[in-house]
Each structure stands twice: as structure tokens, then as C-alpha cells.
């Protein structure tokens, strides 16, 4: 065996990655993994609240104090809203500093769901998939940041050559109340030069991802109430307005049958070349376990790339009329539609509302309400920034494959708190893929992606402290 002064700064590095692999191999990451998923940390589960702020004194806040930082759990700035954790650890104020994120709650676990063999609040594992509500989604993937980090201190000594600050929510699952102006309140705190964290899925399960923002989110509600209640469709229909009807008009006057957005206001502004030749070849789904696409859906004359993460969508995610289930021949009182418009960088969602009551308003349905239920602002990092780079060249050399990067995820996370509010360029790398399953019954892990994504992780957070002096430089211009 080498001596120590003989090992080479490849093979120390090399040692690093091991030690993440064997987190894994070991059956550590397992027990981890384990532990977290049995906490029920469904956000929308007023039962719950306790063990949100339980999962990060009792879970998340030991791990970190081993690691050697400092921690406090603070009060969510929205009253009644579940707390958050803050923690830092400093090696010197004139080093470099990253910032990274999680969040430990999960949806509603929807228990008597599953398959056989697996249910939400135990890991099971079936051909390659580790099952249980969290494991994508969120607490897999932080604990898979965790663990690198692990390995990478214990090789390096217990020392990384740059600052780290950790940032813990437990409340994203219902739109991350608070965490705005947490950030805000506590930017002193938080400040850093890189933000590096993980959540949502891969492009596809065998291609290394990074995305640098997320398409942002608002959703509505459009609603009639006639007030004459349900009445009998022979009596009274013909004579007095049926609101189903009506709010079909109003959501087809939106978004066509294939699609596509009929009104100027739902469109993102041209897509930057930059943005489309990164997206536009991008394989999407094809594989047995993911949907069917529908190619003729969406914005005519775009890939299937460039439709998902460069292009805006409108989807009703609930429509509600009468009843389905138990039909009577009555034309409904009410009637209700709840709608997501998802979309990139450069869309005026704000003026979302105002835009929608004008829309309605000219067509003559002025009695058809609009409700912003809320949302998220797209964020979008220039491909071309240095820690893109800096991320992606280590990725590739950890895992000895090419790294696919997205300029936003097609879905929706809270990164403007991040790139917005504090002003941090922002890397997200995923450890899971599209077919997860998240929010759903079965979601699940993939157990290569697992391994992958403990060795990228400790690639990055390896590199990072020997190369965090020329990364400073660089990011300030020299």
C-alpha cells in the first residue's frame, strides 16, 4: 500500500468516491433511507405537524452536528406553518461557500394504494426499486447528498477547503410557505457564492442530469355558481344556464383539443437558441415503464424537448360538475375547473389574473369567477455560467458517461428563493428519474441511480475544495 504521502490527488479522490459507493453497498444509505421514510411527514396532514419539526431536530440536525456544523430551527415566518433548519459549517470567513437545500416532507402517503410487498412508510425492494413515500422525493435524494458529504469529509480529514450552509423546509409539498421570506429575513445567513442541491427526476433513468432553474408555476380556478342549485334537466333545462356548459367554453377558449394555447397572454416569449439547441434532441420517455406521448399534442413545429422544458403548457389537473359517480338528472348548480399554467422564464404570470378576467370578460362570461390559487416564478441559470460547467465536468468524470443539461426542469420547485432572493447561481443535481412515481402510489428509487448519484455527489463536493480558488476567479470575472 501507498504511503500517505505518495497517494496521488487522483487516487485521493478516487478513495472518496469509494467510500460514497460503499454507503451504499454497505447497506448505510439503506438504513438511513429507512429510518427517514417510517417518519409520516405528510405537510397536508394537520395529524403530522408535530413530526415535521421532529424529523429535523431528531433526524436531519444529528447527522449534521457529526459533520460539524452549527444548526438552529427556526419559526416559519408564516404563522402556523411548519419550522425550518438552518445550519452552516464555516472553516474559514475568506473561503469559498456553498449553499444546498432539502425539504422532508412528502405527500399524502394514500396507503391502501400500493402494490403488494410495499407500502409508504417502509423501504421495500423490488428488482432494483427501493419503494416508500420520500424516497424520490425529497428524503432519498438528501440523503444521498448527506452521505457523499460524509465520505468526502472523511477522506479529506474532516476538512473541505470551502464554507457549506443547509437550508431545511418542511412544507414544499404545499408550495413552500414561508421559505421566500425565510430567505429574505435570514439572507445574512445564507450567504454564499454556489448553490448545489437535488429534487426532481433525470431526463431519463441511465443519462447524468443537471438542471439550472425550473419552469415556474400558478394555478387557477375557474368556477360558475348559478346559485339556483341542482335542478331537474327536463323541468328546467333550456330555461335557466347550465354552468358545466359554460365553463367548458371558457377552458376551450383557453387551450385547444391537442393542446395547444389559444390566448397571446398563456405564451413564453421566442426561446433563446442557446435554450432550444440544448433541449431540442433530448430523449423523452420511450421506455416501458413511462406514458404514452402523444406526438400531435402541444405547440405545433416543437420537439418533444423544446415542448417540455422550453415552452408553456396549460393542464386542468380537477374538473367538477354534478357527479360522475352517482349520476341524476339534474343540471348542476356549480361548476369548477382547476388549472396549472406552467411556464418559463420571461412570462408575465402575474398579471395572470388580470389578463384571464379580461379574456372571459369579452367573450361574455363575466359571471365565470377567477381565482389565483398561487405559484412559483421560473428561474433559469445561463447555461454558459462557470459552475455549470465546473458541476457537469465533474459529474462526467465521476461517472465516466456525459451529462445532459437542462436550462429548467419541466417541473416546479421553490429554486427563485435561491436564484431570485439571494442571487446564487444555481446547479440542481437529480438522483431520480421520470417514472419515480412521486406523489403517487409506488413511488420508488432506482437502486443504480442511488450508487450514481452517491459518487457524483462526492465528485462535486471532492473537486469543490480543490478547486474552489480558480472557481472564485473565475466567477469574479479574473
Not at 303 to 313: A, D, H, P, R, V
Request: charged share 20%; proline share 6%; hydrophobic share 35%.
Amino acid at each position: 500500500m501507498l504511503s500517505p504521502e505518495r497517494v496521488t490527488d487522483s487516487e485521493r479522490r478516487q478513495q472518496a468516491l469509494n467510500l460514497a459507493r460503499q454507503h451504499f453497498t454497505s447497506g448505510g444509505y439503506l438504513r438511513t433511507l429507512e429510518r427517514r421514510v417510517a417518519q409520516r411527514t405528510e405537510s397536508q396532514n394537520p395529524d403530522c405537524a408535530p413530526y415535521l419539526r421532529i424529523y429535523l431536530s431528531e433526524d436531519i440536525a444529528p447527522q449534521l452536528e457529526e459533520m460539524g456544523f452549527e444548526h438552529r430551527i427556526i419559526e416559519n415566518p408564516q404563522p402556523g406553518k411548519p419550522s425550518l433548519l438552518l445550519a452552516e459549517r464555516i472553516e474559514s470567513a475568506e473561503l469559498l461557500t456553498l449553499l444546498t437545500y432539502g425539504h422532508g416532507d412528502v405527500t399524502s402517503g394514500q396507503d391502501e394504494l400500493w402494490q403488494e410487498g410495499t407500502g409508504p412508510w417502509q423501504v421495500s425492494i423490488k428488482e432494483g426499486r427501493l419503494y416508500g413515500r420520500g424516497t424520490a422525493d425529497n428524503k432519498g435524494q438528501h440523503c444521498i447528498n448527506l452521505g457523499a458529504l460524509q465520505a468526502v469529509l472523511q477522506a479529506r480529514q474532516g476538512r473541505l477547503g470551502y464554507n457549506l450552509k443547509v437550508i431545511f423546509e418542511m412544507s414544499e409539498e404545499v408550495g413552500s410557505p414561508g421559505l421566500e421570506q425565510a430567505c429574505r429575513d435570514h439572507a445574512d445567513v445564507l450567504k454564499a457564492d454556489l448553490f448545489l442541491a437535488s429534487d426532481g427526476p433525470r431526463v431519463r433513468h441511465d443519462l447524468p442530469t443537471l438542471f439550472l432553474g425550473s419552469r415556474g408555476v400558478c394555478q387557477f380556478r375557474l368556477a360558475l355558481d348559478t346559485g339556483n342549485g341542482a335542478r331537474h334537466s327536463g323541468n328546467w333545462g333550456g330555461i335557466i344556464t347550465n354552468p358545466a356548459v359554460v365553463l367548458s367554453h371558457a377552458v376551450s377558449s383557453l387551450v385547444s383539443a391537442e393542446g395547444r394555447l389559444l390566448q397571446d397572454f398563456l405564451r413564453p416569449p421566442s426561446m433563446p437558441e442557446h435554450v432550444a439547441k440544448l433541449v431540442r434532441d433530448l430523449p423523452v420517455g420511450g421506455e416501458s415503464f413511462d406514458p404514452q406521448l402523444n406526438p400531435g399534442w402541444g405547440e405545433p413545429g416543437l420537439s418533444t424537448g423544446e415542448k417540455l422544458f422550453g415552452y408553456n403548457t396549460l393542464e386542468i389537473v380537477g374538473l367538477s360538475a354534478g357527479s360522475t359517480v352517482k349520476p341524476v338528472g339534474a343540471i348542476p348548480g356549480r361548476a369548477e375547473a382547476i388549472c396549472q399554467l406552467r411556464f418559463v422564464e420571461g412570462t408575465d404570470w402575474q398579471a395572470l389574473e388580470g389578463n384571464l378576467r379580461a379574456h372571459l370578460d369579452r367573450l361574455g362570461l363575466a359571471d365565470v369567477q377567477v381565482q389565483i390559487d398561487g405559484g412559483y416564478a421560473a428561474t433559469r441559470l445561463d447555461p454558459r455560467h462557470p459552475w455549470v460547467g465546473f458541476v457537469q465536468k465533474s459529474v462526467s468524470q465521476s461517472l465516466g458517461q456525459a451529462v445532459s443539461i437542462l436550462p429548467n426542469l419541466g417541473g416546479t420547485i421553490p429554486n427563485h428563493c435561491f436564484a431570485d432572493v439571494l442571487g446564487l447561481p444555481t446547479v440542481w443535481l437529480p438522483h431520480s428519474y421520470p417514472s419515480c412515481k412521486q406523489h403517487a402510489p409506488d413511488e420508488h428509487l432506482l437502486a443504480e441511480v442511488v450508487e450514481q448519484g452517491l459518487i457524483a455527489a462526492a465528485g462535486v463536493f471532492w473537486d469543490l475544495g480543490d478547486q474552489a480558488e480558480d472557481l472564485r476567479l473565475q466567477l469574479q470575472g479574473g
